[in-house]
C-alpha cells in the first residue's frame, strides 16, 4: 500500500488561502474552522479531526469539538473520529496514531478546559493507520440497510 497524496498540493493550500479569507475578525484574522478529513458512501459517512499530541493529550477547541459533536448527531450512519499523532511525517500503513470515535468519548475521560477539550491519550487508542483505513472502508462499503 502506497502512502497518502494530496492530488494536488498546490490547489489545496490555494483553496484552504482564499476560503480562510471569507470570514474573519474585525482584526483581520481567520474565523473558519475547517474538516480534516470526510468520506462518504451512499448514506455513511466517516469525518474527523487531526492533532498533534501535546503534553500527553489531544486539545480540540471548543468550537471544533461542538461542530463534530454536532455532526456525530445529525449524521445516523457515522464514524466520527478525533486522531492524535506525534510525527507528521509518519504516514505509511505501518505507523501509528491515537484514535477515538466521538461515540467512545462519551464514555471517556476527557478534560474541559477554558481553551476546548482535552482528551488524555489514555482515553485514546494506539492503532496502525492501516487499521482506521481498514475500518473507515469496511464502514463505507457495507450495504445499506
Do not use: C
Not at 502512502?3 to 490555494?14: G, L, M, V
Not at 487531526?50 to 486539545?59: A, G, L, M
Not at 449524521?75 to 484514535?99: C, H, W
Request: glycine share 6%.
Amino acid at each position: 500500500m502506497s502512502e497518502n497524496k494530496i492530488h494536488n498540493p498546490e490547489a489545496a493550500i490555494r483553496a484552504l488561502e482564499y476560503g480562510g479569507g471569507l470570514i474573519t475578525y474585525p482584526n483581520g484574522m481567520s474565523r473558519i474552522s475547517d474538516i480534516d478529513f470526510m468520506s462518504q458512501s451512499a448514506d455513511r459517512f466517516v469525518f474527523g479531526e487531526t492533532k498533534k499530541v501535546y503534553n500527553s493529550e489531544v486539545r480540540l477547541p471548543w468550537g471544533q469539538f461542538w461542530l463534530y459533536q454536532e455532526l456525530n448527531k445529525q449524521l445516523s450512519s457515522r464514524i466520527g473520529y478525533i486522531i492524535g499523532y506525534e510525527d507528521s511525517s509518519k504516514t505509511s500503513p505501518d505507523d501509528y496514531l491515537y484514535a477515538v470515535t466521538f461515540d467512545e468519548l462519551r464514555f471517556k475521560t476527557i478534560w474541559r478546559e477554558p481553551d476546548g477539550v482535552h482528551i488524555p491519550l489514555t482515553s485514546m487508542s494506539l492503532l496502525k493507520r492501516r487499521d482506521i483505513n481498514n475500518e473507515a472502508n469496511s464502514f463505507l462499503n457495507e450495504l445499506p440497510s
